[in-house]
């Protein structure tokens, strides 16, 4: 069952409840709940200028350069309450809620807006053609080298696994830790964007095709409290709207209020602007701690807390199989070409009949087929702040829980 604003509505008096008892968001930003006559009249609005500026997913442009091509026109484009769109914060801030509108509501393409603020991702999971296979070059005519393709350990490592991180500060720590286990590393400012979750996170996990597991890290404070469930938020609705059975899982992993108080972390001020102070620091304690006081007190928590969750969805076997595998085809197709090779020591001359032979080197390579490993970790659904086996209402009652709220179970 997918879940919109009119669904949401029903379950409410269904159950006797408020709308928001049913919503992990603010009910402006909850993707659930885009279907507003609101939402309507600004999505419209946003398409139609979109449409009008000639972008589409194939030119698809950052919201930067939509509000100043908005900005631009003459006559002034006219917002739905009749006032001129004008380069201001107010009007930038509407065309912001206006696309975010429009694209959850499938006015304009979710693939139709690039995200240029925060950087690529770190892509060490790779998928290529599984199917084996071999290339000879022919550089050097005594050793021509031997390139094998299609062994790959990506594809068979039985879970896809990302890390994301709310600052690229850690790099140094988590860039060779992913490298190490074949994971991506995700890294970004502020919320994370519809891009980067409905767009390029489904790409990944598309290609992938195997059970997803997502660990994230950020700051303890009101924004890294309430960012991962934002981001699993996108998800969850990406996968409702998919027509796909996906297994995803994704569990805040640093910091979380039990590190910060067996370190015994400094925590500083929250920001007096930040509207969530009150609620955070009523379920969690007073201020706010940075992931980097982690790294400066105690250099290499960081690492320990990230290599035990990754290295529990790591097989070193699969990784070894691939491995012994590739070597063994590569010794096989060898062993083929060092007796052609060997007949042409001297014979220079003979050089293209030699590569005619080399080109028609026969060996069965579907016979170093790795099949996938299969998954053996016994997981305690708890652990998961987001979890594709829940219901509504239980994931919604753990995203109450997860953010400190008391009876976090919506429904009596």
């Known amino acids: 069952m997918s879940y919109d604003y009119e669904t949401l509505k029903e379950m409410a008096a269904e159950y006797g409840m408020r709308v928001n008892d049913l919503l992990a968001l603010a009910p402006k930003n909850d993707p659930f709940y885009t279907g507003t006559p609101a939402d309507w009249s600004r999505g419209r609005w946003f398409a139609a200028i979109y449409d009008a500026a000639g972008f589409s997913s194939s030119r698809a442009p950052h ?33 912001q809620e206006a696309a975010k509108a429009a694209r959850y509501l499938q006015l304009v393409p979710l693939d139709g807006i690039v995200d240029n603020k925060n950087p690529q991702p770190h892509v060490n999971a790779l998928y290529w053609d599984d199917t084996p296979g071999y290339e000879i070059q022919v550089p050097d005519l005594t050793e021509p080298a031997i390139d094998i393709q ?31 286990y074949g994971a991506n590393l995700v890294t970004f400012e502020g919320e994370v964007s519809i891009t980067s979750v409905c767009v390029s996170f489904m790409d990944r996990i598309d290609e992938a095709e195997k059970p ?39 569990k805040p992993i640093a910091l979380t209020a039990a590190q910060v108080k067996t370190y ?12 969530r102070a009150k609620s955070f620091e009523q379920a969690f304690g007073t201020g706010a701690v940075e992931l980097d006081a982690l790294e400066a007190l105690y250099p290499g928590t960081l690492a320990r807390i990230v290599r035990a969750e990754l290295s529990t969805y790591y097989s070193h076997d699969a990784a070894q199989e691939a491995f012994d595998r590739a070597s063994a085809l590569r010794q096989a197709v060898a062993e083929r070409v060092a007796v052609i090779t060997s007949r042409y020591t001297a014979e220079i001359e003979a050089l293209h009949k030699m590569q005619d032979e080399l080109k028609a080197v026969d060996v069965d390579a579907s016979e170093f087929y790795v099949d996938r490993f299969e998954p053996d970790v016994d997981e305690y659904d708890e652990d998961w702040l987001f979890s594709s086996d829940r219901d509504y209402l239980d994931q919604i009652a753990k995203y109450k829980a997860h953010k400190g709220y008391k009876n976090s179970d919506p429904v009596s």
């Not at 972390?265 to 929250?270: A, D, H, S």
């Open 63 to 95: 919201l930067r350069r939509i509000h100043y091509w908005t900005v631009s026109q003459s006559p002034a484009v006219a917002m739905p309450d009749g006032k001129p769109y004008e380069n201001t914060q107010r009007c930038w801030e509407y065309l």
């Open 150 to 180: 299609g062994i790959y350990t990506s594809n068979i490592q039985p879970y896809h696994v990302e890390i994301w991180c709310e600052k690229s500060t850690m790099n140094d720590v988590l860039l060779p830790l992913c490298e190490q």
């Open 212 to 250: 997803v597991r997502v660990f994230y890290i950020s700051d303890f404070d009101p924004a890294g409290n309430s960012m991962p469930v934002a981001m699993a938020r996108k998800v969850e609705y990406a996968i409702d709207q998919a027509d796909y059975n996906y297994d995803v899982k994704i």
């Open 264 to 275: 015994q972390l400094p925590r500083i001020p929250i920001k007096e602007t930040e509207s």
